[in-house]
């Protein structure tokens, strides 16, 4: 049984398209994140969400906006996509806000913008 | 501002050889400090994670790591290295108060031959 998923795995689509990477967990965490994972395969972080409240927002385009329905969930919507922005993107979650306990992450989406 | 340096960005080993992968961090304070593994196509999963005590930590597959604070440190070792554990290493530090985010290495890609 998956503890984060990712949906879709991999995803191409063309320049100014909108679109969205879902992230659900089902470990019953009160923080999830998201990660991005250039080509060099550095991770950076870009939100975090502690029981749907926004925690960390690094600095990322406004074009990107995470939504949390709930707990459960943390959704990445992308606005008018760019090439710069194809990449892997990971979600985790954890128990904690200090993110010490063990991290789980999801199995990342790779997206591809053409 | 923590920083994270792994400077070995790809090492290739025997297999049955023993491994040792550097990590370096920049911190006012010891922070917690995680390696994390991504095998091809999969997320990352914790090998093990260093918070306070004794300073060799051991993790999953037979992975350890030892923490020195005069060097700023946290090596991961296997003594022997099998086939399966080709992959890339990501050295993770988190501070240890308030809300935190990790902040990742920019990875180690081990190769093993037989």
């Known amino acids: 049984d998956t503890a984060v998923s990712q949906t879709p795995k991999y995803l191409v689509t063309q320049m100014g398209n909108d679109k969205s990477i879902k992230c659900e967990q089902n470990?019953?965490?009160?923080?999830m994140y998201w990660y991005k994972q250039d080509s060099k395969k550095f991770l950076k972080i870009m939100f975090s969400?502690?029981?749907?409240?926004?925690?960390i927002n690094e600095t990322v385009p406004n074009r990107f906006s995470p939504k949390s329905p709930d707990k459960a969930h943390l959704n990445l919507h992308i606005n008018s996509l760019e090439l710069g922005d194809s990449a892997v993107y990971f979600c985790?979650?954890?128990?904690?806000?200090?993110?010490?306990?063990?991290?789980?992450f999801g199995q990342g989406t790779r997206l591809t913008v053409v | 501002a923590q920083s994270v340096t792994q400077p070995d960005i790809h090492i290739t080993v025997s297999e049955g050889a023993s491994l040792e992968l550097r990590c370096n961090y920049s911190?006012?304070?010891?922070?917690?400090l995680f390696w994390y593994v991504q095998s091809p196509g999969q997320g990352l999963q914790l090998l093990l994670k260093?918070?306070?005590?004794?300073?060799l930590v051991q993790g999953i597959k037979g992975f350890e790591a030892e923490f020195k604070r005069s060097q700023s440190s946290f090596n991961l070792r296997k003594p022997s290295v099998h086939w399966s554990d080709a992959a890339e290493y990501f050295c993770?530090?988190?501070?240890?108060?308030?809300?935190?985010?990790?902040?990742f290495g920019t990875g180690t890609k081990l190769q093993v031959i037989p």
């Open positions: 985790a979650s954890s128990q904690d806000t200090a993110g010490t306990g063990r991290a789980f």
């Open positions: 470990l019953g965490h009160d923080t």
């Open positions: 969400y502690n029981n749907k409240e926004l925690i």
């Open positions: 911190y006012g304070a010891t922070p917690y």
């Open positions: 260093y918070f306070s005590g004794d300073t």
């Open positions: 993770a530090v988190v501070p240890p108060r308030g809300y935190q985010k990790v902040t």
